[in-house]
Nanobody, 121 residues
Framework: VQLVESGGGLVQAGGSLRLSCAASGRSLSAYSMGWFRQAPGQEREFVAVRSWAAETYYADSVKGRFTISRDNAKNTIHLQMNSLKPEDTAVYYC????????????????WGQGTLVTVSS
């Protein structure tokens, strides 16, 4: 399974970005897919996940601002990020695994290379 993220970039605080992750190698319709992020000097942290059963779970820090969605037909997930804050600056990683709604890095077998999001104040 290969995961490729896109959509990162530079945005001002209060703005929006939409990240995408395209999966290849096999159908991920039976997988949970989600996002983690890692800010400079920080540990990688959970952001959001969407299970194969359309359940979603968000980190408290992004709840109400970020929305995760997926298109099983295209093997793609998206992360719509609104009301961005400077503390959202990080490399965002797409993840996938058969576990239902994991929130820890060790619960995901597949990782993308990451896409950088920079939010200026």
């Amino acid at each position: 399974v290969q995961l490729v993220e896109s959509g990162g970039g530079l945005v001002q605080a209060g703005g929006s970005l939409r990240l995408s992750c395209a999966a290849s190698g096999r159908s991920l319709s039976a997988y949970s897919m989600g996002w983690f992020r890692q800010a400079p000097g920080q540990e990688r942290e959970f952001v959001a996940v969407r299970s194969w059963a359309a359940e979603t779970y968000y980190a408290d820090s992004v709840k109400g601002r970020f929305t995760i969605s997926r298109d099983n037909a295209k093997n793609t997930i998206h992360l719509q990020m609104n009301s961005l804050k400077p503390e959202d600056t990080a490399v965002y990683y797409c993840v996938a695994d058969t576990r239902r709604l994991g929130t820890r890095t060790g619960e995901y077998a597949y990782w993308g290379q990451g896409t950088l999001v920079t939010v200026s104040s």
